[in-house]
C-alpha cells in the first residue's frame, strides 16, 4: 500500500467531513424516530441526548479499510476480522435498543474474540507467538481472551461523560499509529489514520455539551479495535504488550479499580452505576469538559512520554508501565474510584 503524504491528508479530511456530516444526519434522524438516551440515576447528564452515533464513524472506518484490503487482493482473514468489528458493533448497537442479557452479550463476544485470535494467526501466519505446549498454548489463549474482552467492556463502562471516549480514542490511535508507522507496519498505521481522521469528524457533536452520544456501539467497537490492533502489533514484534498498557492506562486504571472495589463491596458488577472515578471527578470539578481536559493532559505530558520510553528500552519497559500506573492508580482512588459517595447533580 501506497499513498503521498498529500493523498493522506486530503484522505483524512475527507474521513473527517463526511463523519461530521453524517453524524449531524444521524442526529437529525434519531431525534425524528426518538432515539433518545434518557437521563436516570446512574447517568452522568442531565439532557436527553440522541443515541448510537458511534454507528456513523464505525461503518465509515470499516468501510474505507474495506476498500484498501479488497478480498479481490486475496486477504480473507483480514476481511473476516472487519466482519467481526462490524458485528461488534451490531450487537452494541442492539445491546443500546433492547438490553440484551448479559449472558448471551459475554458468550457473543467470546466467539467474536476467539474469531479474531484466529483471523489475526491466519493474517500474520506467525504461529511461533504460540507455545507448542499446550498447556501453555492454552493459558496464552486464555489471557488474551481476557485482555480482549476486558478491553472492549472497559471502553464501553468508561464513555459515561461527554468527549471522554472519543478524545482517548484519538490519543490511543494517533500514537499507537505513529509508533507502528515507525516500526515499519504501514498497514495498521493507515487504519489508525483512518480512525483518528473520523474520530475527528465525530468530535464536535460529541464534545461538551454532546449533541450525540457514540452509544454501545461505537464504544464496543473501539474497544475492540484496539485490542486486535494491539494484539497483531505485539505478535507481529512491533509494539509491545508494555507500550499498549502505558498509551491505555488511564481507562484501564479507572475500570479495573471501580471493578474490583466493587468485587470487594459484594455489589452486583453487571448493574450499571456512577462509581468510576472519572463520574466522581466530573462533580468536584464541576462538569465532563474539566475531566476531558485534564486526561488528555495526563496522556500527552505523562503517558505519551512514556510509551516513548517504553519503545525505546524494550529490556525495561515492564517497570516503565508501572511507572505509568502507580499516580494514575493513586489519582483514581483519590476520586473514589468504585465507590459510592454523595454526588450532587446540579453541576452536571
Not at 440522541?50 to 476481511?79: E, M, N, R
Not at 458493533?89 to 476467539?114: H, K, Y
Amino acid at each position: 500500500m501506497s499513498m503521498s503524504m498529500y493523498g493522506i491528508v486530503v484522505l483524512g479530511l475527507v474521513l473527517a467531513f463526511l463523519t461530521f456530516l453524517g453524524t449531524a444526519l444521524y442526529r437529525a434522524l434519531a431525534i425524528k424516530i426518538n432515539l433518545i438516551d434518557y437521563p436516570n440515576d446512574r447517568s452522568s447528564h442531565r439532557i436527553p441526548t440522541p443515541s448510537g452515533a458511534g454507528l456513523v464513524f464505525v461503518g465509515l472506518t470499516v468501510g474505507c479499510i474495506y476498500l484498501v484490503i479488497s478480498p479481490t487482493h486475496g486477504d480473507w482473514s483480514k476481511l473476516s476480522l472487519l466482519l467481526t468489528f462490524s458485528a461488534v458493533a451490531l450487537l452494541g448497537s442492539l445491546d443500546d435498543g433492547f438490553g440484551l442479557p448479559v449472558v448471551l452479550r459475554l458468550l457473543l463476544q467470546i466467539l467474536f474474540v476467539l474469531g479474531t485470535i484466529t483471523s489475526i494467526n491466519e493474517m500474520l501466519d506467525v504461529h511461533s507467538f504460540w507455545s507448542h505446549t499446550h498447556s501453555i498454548r492454552f493459558l496464552q489463549y486464555g489471557f488474551v481472551l481476557a485482555c480482549m474482552l476486558w478491553l472492549l467492556n472497559l471502553y464501553n463502562f468508561m464513555d459515561g461523560i461527554d468527549g471522554l471516549a472519543t478524545t482517548e480514542a484519538i490519543f490511543i490511535a494517533a500514537v499507537s499509529g505513529g509508533f507502528l508507522y515507525w516500526s515499519g507496519n504501514v498497514e495498521l498505521a493507515f487504519w489508525m489514520l483512518i480512525l483518528v481522521s473520523t474520530l475527528a469528524g465525530f468530535l464536535y457533536w460529541n464534545l461538551s455539551p454532546a449533541k450525540v452520544f457514540m452509544g454501545d456501539a461505537g464504544s464496543s467497537f473501539l474497544g475492540f479495535f484496539f485490542g486486535a490492533v494491539a494484539l497483531s502489533s505485539i505478535i507481529a514484534g512491533d509494539l509491545s504488550f508494555s507500550f499498549w498498557l502505558i498509551v491505555c492506562a488511564i481507562f484501564i486504571s479507572d475500570s479495573t479499580l471501580t471493578l474490583c472495589y466493587r468485587l470487594m463491596g459484594g455489589e452486583n458488577i453487571f448493574q450499571a452505576h456512577r462509581t468510576h472515578a472519572y463520574q466522581h471527578a466530573t462533580v468536584r470539578l464541576g462538569g465532563h469538559a474539566p475531566v476531558v481536559k485534564y486526561c488528555a493532559v495526563i496522556n500527552v505530558c505523562w503517558l505519551l512520554p512514556l510509551a516513548c520510553l517504553s519503545y525505546i528500552y524494550t529490556d525495561i519497559a515492564h517497570w516503565i508501565a508501572v511507572c505509568a500506573y502507580v499516580p494514575i492508580m493513586v489519582t483514581c482512588i483519590k476520586f473514589n474510584a468504585g465507590r459510592v459517595v454523595p454526588i450532587a447533580t446540579d453541576s452536571l
